[in-house]
């Protein structure tokens, strides 16, 4: 639940700071977060974990940046920088990500784990650095480096 207090306790701050867009995107996580909950009750859980709280800022930081992409070819930076403001203040409640290094010997290691020796056996490879490395690693970014060194 940590992450939960630590939006509660920066939308606090932001609207005494009176800085409008970051109390906007706060607002929008805590909405965001609010219908995953919902969406979680049948399952018997009535707030979801960190671990997916992750997951979801991951899937709004990917959005927006999608957003971004489109933004900038309809020839629209007013909006483009809006999302990118929004980004900016979701990474700042994500884990910091591996670098190219770290992520490179993750790689390495869990190729090494599983014996992989081709790219029939990248499902096993992401599956090991899912496992161990979920919080801190790009899933979009390992895929391509595991294709890369299993092709």
């Known amino acids: 639940m940590a992450l939960r ?3 509660m306790a920066e939308v606090k701050l932001s609207m005494k700071a009176g800085t409008a867009a970051r109390t906007s995107t706060l607002r929008m996580i805590m909405a965001k977060l ?3 909950d919902i969406a979680a009750r049948p399952k018997g859980v009535d707030a979801i974990p960190d671990e997916e709280v992750i997951a979801m800022l ?14 900038v070819k309809g ?25 190219e290094a770290a992520l490179s010997a993750a790689v390495d ?18 599956a090991v650095l899912k496992a161990k490395y979920a919080a801190t690693l790009d899933m979009a970014r390992a895929g391509a480096l595991v294709k890369t060194k299993l092709g």
């Open 5 to 7: 207090d630590d939006f």
């Open 34 to 36: 609010k219908d995953a």
């Open 58 to 71: 991951r899937g709004m930081v990917k959005s927006r940046r999608e957003s971004v992409e489109l933004y």
């Open 75 to 99: 020839n629209r930076p007013e909006l483009a920088a809006k999302e990118e403001e929004e980004i900016a203040v979701i990474e700042g409640f994500l884990p910091k990500q591996m670098d």
């Open 109 to 126: 290691a869990a190729i090494a784990e599983t014996g992989a020796a081709s790219v029939k056996d990248m499902g096993k490879v992401m």
